[in-house]
């Protein structure tokens, strides 16, 4: 573009690019405890950020030192396993006979969706310590045959997968067809998404933090109407929200103008800044009520 | 009882002697209150003073507005007189309305745009029974900007005497002319705005600028809105390459944003969306929270600036019309 100088404002940050974002059928082939741990609450905040369920899956680590890793590296984590949005549980859990058939993998990944969706949550994303299920699968050809239905899984019930292994636990050529079954290595930037949307169970609703712009606008939408889905009266508690576009603004009202009867969305909270779009904007429907 | 503005009139009032003000615009409610129409003025408190002795006991069913107190709304001043007086002009009949604002103090953006908007009111009361007469003091007011009101005027009044304006000029054709849109200076802040992603950075960027340019808090929030909606609407239905530019002229902070495309109406800076417009409802939102808004086009694509003042000691912060 001709004119425009170097980008100014030098130290000026802001949230990550689509690509540094974990999507799809991610694997992390961790070098060290360090670097799972990364992946893992970039994976947690990103699902954080966009109103889904997160189920950690967890093998050699207990489900309590996960969620103590997870409150060290800056997650909230305390109103995210209250509400259900944030699920850890280990491996053995799974009720099922040794070895561990692929197809049972494949039942309970598709009940764990339909279970995420009929608790008010989009969808699901899916964090796997993956050392753990190979031993349950019995055989390396098993794991990968897990691996590349998981990929079809994903693609079927938009399922977003981070599958961790050891990498000094694979030969060099078990990483290769492993990495080869995914659609990328899961990110470690600590990426901050722009907004939290964090599913609340009483009052029933959604607490939105941060930012909403045209960026994250869709996945306002999504979780609203996954919440709205299982209880059409909706507390949206804004307290935490610095900023808001007039769009996402108005897609919260075409979010309850869509509502059955009945249902309503209740802002509460509102901080200034958002007092002041709902004011300039001018918008009302008979669904959508403020307290403050 | 002379001159009688029939409805939906736009005239100015070129005056050099506080009795042509006063005579003027008396005969102007006056012929008003006679049709039990609204009227409403918009005045410096001195002018309202003479207007209330002018009038006697008729001053009474004139709605008064202290101009002092409406210029500290700044910008805000336009969404309300727009909003107001089309809603007044369709639900409570014809309605006559006053205005004037000493230009002479004000910063040349804010002059330009007060002129554009003159040039717009053309458009927004067009065929509503709107009488509306601007005051110009040409004893004060620079040659350039009286020149301007007869542009912007369909017609103007002298010595009681309605004139039909020779200089007036179509307000897209006033508004394109007037734009004083340069290229960013070479030290602006900028970044490129590829894709939504991009417009957290772009409010970052904004608020550092805003705060280094000493901008109150609100006006910072309010210009970091205007940006992202004008950003997003040149996301959306704008074309790539698109930037955001912050830079100041004298002390008025300017938010440039430009991209390739075309077709953005000048005049859309100026006048409020129709209801059912899909796009323009963020350049409307611009314009009620920044001091002045223009819209160009050049070769190189659409250019929206947005503008805010420095604060200045003392001033009322904004509150409802």
């Not at chain 2, 410096?44 to 207007?51: C, T, V, Y």
């Not at chain 2, 900028?190 to 006006?219: N, Q």
């Not at chain 2, 323009?280 to 808004?293: E, P, S, V, Y």
Request: glycine share 8%; proline share 6%.
């Amino acid at each position: 573009m001709n004119g425009v100088g170097p980008a100014g404002g030098g130290g000026v940050t802001g949230p990550g690019r689509p690509l540094d974002r974990p999507r799809g059928h991610l694997c992390c082939l961790y070098r060290d405890e360090a670097h799972r741990r990364r992946v893992t609450a970039t994976f947690v905040e990103d699902a954080l950020g966009s109103g889904e369920r997160v189920m950690y899956v967890s093998g050699r680590h207990r489900p309590a030192a996960v969620l103590r890793a997870l409150h060290e590296d800056g997650v909230e984590v305390d109103p995210a396993l209250r509400s259900g949005q944030l699920v850890v549980r280990p491996l053995d859990d799974l009720p099922s006979a040794r070895p561990l058939r692929v197809d049972e993998l494949e039942r309970q990944v598709r009940e764990s969706v339909d279970l995420a969706r009929a608790d008010g949550f989009p969808g699901l994303r899916l964090a796997t310590e993956m050392t753990r299920v190979r031993d349950a699968l019995g055989s390396f050809e098993q794991l990968l045959a897990w691996e590349r239905l998981a990929g079809e899984l994903r693609r079927e019930v938009a399922v977003t997968t981070v599958c961790q292994y050891e990498e000094c636990l694979l030969e060099e050529a078990e990483a290769v067809l492993i990495e080869a079954e995914h659609t990328g290595a899961a990110p470690e930037l600590g990426v901050v998404p722009l907004a939290r949307l964090l599913a609340v169970d009483r009052p029933f609703g959604l607490r939105v933090s941060g930012e909403l712009d045209l960026s994250n606008r869709q996945e306002l939408v999504r979780a609203l109407e996954a919440r709205a889905a299982v209880n059409p009266e909706i507390q949206l508690d804004l307290k935490g929200l610095s900023f808001i576009d007039v769009g996402s603004l108005r897609a919260i009202y075409e979010v309850a103008s869509r509502l059955p009867e009945g249902g309503r969305i209740v802002l509460v909270d509102l901080a200034g800044p958002v007092r002041r779009v709902i004011d300039l904007a001018g918008l009302c429907h008979e669904r959508v009520e403020i307290v403050s | 009882m002379t001159p009688v503005a029939s409805p939906g009139s736009h005239r100015a009032l070129i005056y050099e002697q506080p009795t042509e003000y006063v005579s003027g615009i008396g005969d102007f409610l006056r012929s008003g209150l006679t049709n039990e129409e609204r009227t409403v003025v918009m005045a410096d408190r001195r002018k309202i003073g003479w207007l209330h002795e002018d009038l006697g006991a008729a001053a009474s069913g004139v709605d008064f507005l202290d101009a002092a107190e409406t210029v500290a709304r700044r910008g805000r001043v336009a969404r309300s007189l727009i909003e107001r007086l089309g809603e007044g002009a369709l639900s409570g009949g014809p309605l006559r309305v006053v205005t004037e604002e000493d230009l002479s103090v004000r910063p040349s953006h804010v002059v330009r745009d007060y002129l554009c908007m003159e040039a717009a009111a053309n458009v927004a009361y067009g065929g509503l029974p709107i009488s509306i007469l601007c005051a110009y003091d040409a004893s004060v007011a620079p040659v350039e900007v009286i020149s301007a009101c007869r542009s912007t005027h369909p017609e103007t009044l002298r010595g009681g005497a309605v004139q039909e304006s020779s200089e007036y000029r179509p307000p897209a054709e006033f508004i394109m002319a007037s734009s004083a849109i340069v290229a960013p200076p070479s030290d602006a802040a900028s970044l490129e705005i590829e894709a939504a992603e991009d417009l957290a950075r772009a409010r970052a960027l904004l608020r550092s600028e805003a705060a280094s340019a000493r901008l109150p808090p609100e006006d910072a929030s309010d210009l970091v809105l205007a940006a992202d909606e004008v950003l997003t609407n040149a996301l959306v239905h704008g074309r790539a390459p698109r930037a955001l530019h912050v830079y100041c002229e004298g002390d008025v902070l300017v938010c440039h944003v430009r991209d390739a495309g075309h077709g953005l109406d000048p005049l859309a800076a100026y006048l409020p969306p129709p209801e059912y417009a899909l796009r323009g409802r963020g350049l409307w939102i611009a314009r009620q929270t920044c001091d002045a808004l223009e819209i160009a086009s050049d070769p190189g694509g659409t250019h929206v600036r947005l503008m805010m003042l420095p604060a200045r000691a003392g001033e009322a912060q904004p509150a409802g019309f």
